[in-house]
């Protein structure tokens, strides 16, 4: 049972637009939440995070919203650029330092 | 800085034939470690974490094991593969504090055939 979900297997947006990718999580527990970009056959690296005190997290041209009562985080990336293709990765983590990962929505950004 | 070394990069190995993949880190002491795996569809799936040595818990029942003969050595087995324990397997570090990132390794891409 996924305890966090990204519904959104892909997505693809133009250059120089907004790129908003999804995450849902169903245990209230959680209070840490992460993005990582991946690139083929290599591991993730981390993006940005956003703690369960705050609503939102900025760093340049990522920024992370968190809405704890729908239990839904976004990042937002903003100019959207061709190095930017990438598979994203949510995950969330509680007082356990587990770290469970969704899926993954695949990124295109389109010169 | 801390440095997280992940090998083989890839493997391929035939049913039935024993599986040692080894993950160390770099940098820091009495890190959390993890061993995930990433199949098609589903994301990356936690397999074992470690919060010391000769600590470890799993988290799904399955074909492989994990030891943590020291601080900061990191090892996933199996005795006998099969052909659903292919994937590319990942190993992570984590602080032990609160609120921290995980960060991975290069990754394993293990084909049984």
């Known amino acids: 049972d996924q305890q966090v979900k990204q519904n959104s297997p892909s997505l693809s947006v133009q250059e120089g637009r907004i790129s908003i990718l999804n995450c849902d999580y169903t245990n209230s527990m959680f209070d840490y939440f992460l993005w990582y970009k991946k690139y083929p056959a290599e591991g993730p690296t981390f993006l940005i995070s956003i703690s369960s005190i705050k609503d939102k997290n900025e760093d340049g041209r990522f920024t992370v919203f968190l809405n704890k009562s729908a239990k839904h985080l976004s990042l937002h990336i903003v100019p959207s650029q061709p190095g930017d293709s990438a598979v994203y990765f949510c995950a969330a983590s509680g007082n356990f330092n587990k770290f469970y990962f969704g899926s993954g929505t695949k990124l295109n950004v389109k010169p | 800085s801390q440095t997280i070394h992940q090998w083989p990069a890839t493997l391929v190995q035939p049913v039935g034939s024993p599986l040692s993949l080894e993950c160390t880190v770099e940098?820091?002491?009495?890190?959390?470690l993890y061993w995930y795996r990433q199949a098609a569809g589903r994301g990356l799936q936690l397999l074992f974490y470690s919060v010391g040595i000769g600590q470890i818990s799993s988290e799904v029942p399955q074909n492989l094991s994990a030891s943590r003969p020291q601080d900061r050595q990191f090892i996933l087995s199996s005795k006998k593969l099969l052909l659903s324990d292919s994937g590319f397997y990942l190993c992570?570090?984590?602080?032990?504090?609160?609120?921290?990132?995980?960060?991975f390794g290069q990754g394993t891409r293990l084909t049984v055939v």
């Open positions: 992570a570090w984590s602080g032990d504090d609160m609120n921290t990132e995980a960060f």
């Open positions: 940098g820091t002491s009495n890190p959390n």
